[in-house]
C-alpha cells in the first residue's frame, strides 16, 4: 500500500507524520523507526516525535487526512 509521509521542522527539531493504509504497515514501519531516528541523528539532525496513523480506508477520510498532513508541512515548511 502507499505511505504519505509529512515532515516538518520546529525550533531546530524535526517532527514526521506517517499515514498507513494497514496495521501491518503501521507495525512495520513502527517496528524501523529506531533506525530511521539512528541515522538522522548521525546525520546531525534532531528528531522529535514521529507519528503512524492507519487510514480508516475510506476514500473520503484518506484525503481529509492527506489534506490535514499537507497543512502540517505547509505550516512548517517555512521553518526550513
Not at 524501523?32 to 539532525?45: Q, Y
Request: glycine share 8%.
Amino acid at each position: 500500500g502507499s505511505v504519505n509521509i509529512n515532515l516538518g521542522l520546529e525550533q531546530g527539531v524535526l517532527h514526521g507524520k506517517f499515514l498507513v493504509e494497514s496495521h501491518e504497515a503501521r507495525e512495520m514501519l513502527q517496528q524501523n523507526l529506531d533506525h530511521v531516528r539512528k541515522e538522522l541523528a548521525e546525520a546531525g539532525i534532531t528528531v522529535g516525535d514521529f507519528q503512524v496513523d492507519v487510514s480508516d480506508h475510506s476514500e473520503k477520510s484518506f484525503s481529509e487526512q492527506e489534506d490535514a498532513q499537507r497543512n502540517f508541512l505547509n505550516t512548517n515548511i517555512d521553518k526550513f
